[in-house]
T-cell receptor
Framework: DAKTTQPPSMDCAEGRAANLPCNHSTISGNEYVYWYRQIHSQGPQYIIHGLKNNETNEMASLIITEDRKSSTLILPHATLRDTAVYYCIVSFYNQGGKLIFGQGTELSVKP | KAGVTQTPRYLIKTRGQQVTLSCSPISGHRSVSWYQQTPGQGLQFLFEYFSETQRNKGNFPGRFSGRQFSNSRSEMNVSTLELGDSALYLC?????????????FGQGTRLTVV
């Protein structure tokens, strides 16, 4: 079973920041938090991952709480092309390619 | 560089038949994972191969099997197809262990069993 809980859906206005929450209260000390997204009918796309510290790349920022029980993915300036299902996944560093997907959050970016 | 290539993109099979799906990973990637996606169950992990060895396996019946070749290309086979096997089958490749780099997914093979 997935170790994460995400809201099933969210809306965001185009150009605004999209903040997607994820609860992972049973995360263990050496498990990473990964975010992927899936645009309709395409394969999932990696976004970002982190262990303890906040991370940022060209796509998004990942904010992990100090107790690591929750995290937030931030898309700073959402566009219509960011409409997708976003998956938060907790996984060991050496899990060997095994991703356990939950139901994800369906993000709708509206004009 | 070329992404993960899955063939065929679409497939229609009859109950009881078997099917083989192919996945060519990104050059240099040695880990290949397979997933099944259905509207009811979402994305589910099938198995993962690394250097021709199955390293992880999900909770699927023995009708689902796979293999990896020395060039890292992978195939998955489903025997005695059932209607419930209709799904999008996704392949992902990564450089080594998941944590080293991200997993790159192909576009998938849409299998319809009639």
């Amino acid at each position: 079973d997935a170790k994460t809980t995400q809201p099933p859906s969210m809306d965001c206005a185009e150009g605004r920041a999209a903040n997607l929450p994820c609860n992972h209260s049973t995360i263990s000390g050496n498990e990473y938090v990964y975010w992927y997204r899936q645009i309709h009918s395409q394969g999932p796309q990696y976004i970002i991952h982190g262990l303890k510290n906040n991370e940022t790349n060209e796509m998004a920022s990942l904010i992990i709480t100090e107790d690591r029980k929750s995290s937030t993915l931030i898309l700073p300036h959402a566009t219509l092309r960011d409409t997708a299902v976003y998956y938060c996944i907790v996984s060991f560093y050496n899990q060997g390619g095994k991703l356990i997907f939950g139901q994800g959050t369906e993000l709708s970016v509206k004009p | 560089k070329a992404g993960v290539t899955q063939t065929p993109r679409y497939l229609i099979k009859t109950r009881g038949q078997q099917v083989t799906l192919s996945c060519s990973p990104i050059s240099g990637h040695r880990s290949v994972s397979w997933y099944q996606q259905t509207p009811g169950q979402g994305l589910q992990f099938l198995f993962e191969y690394f250097s021709e060895t199955q390293r992880n396996k999900g909770n699927f019946p023995g009708r689902f099997s796979g293999r990896q070749f020395s060039n890292s290309r992978s195939e998955m086979n489903v025997s005695t197809l059932e209607l419930g096997d209709s799904a999008l089958y996704l392949c992902a490749s990564s450089l080594d262990y998941l944590g080293v780099t991200e997993a790159f997914f192909g576009q998938g093979t849409r299998l319809t069993v009639v």
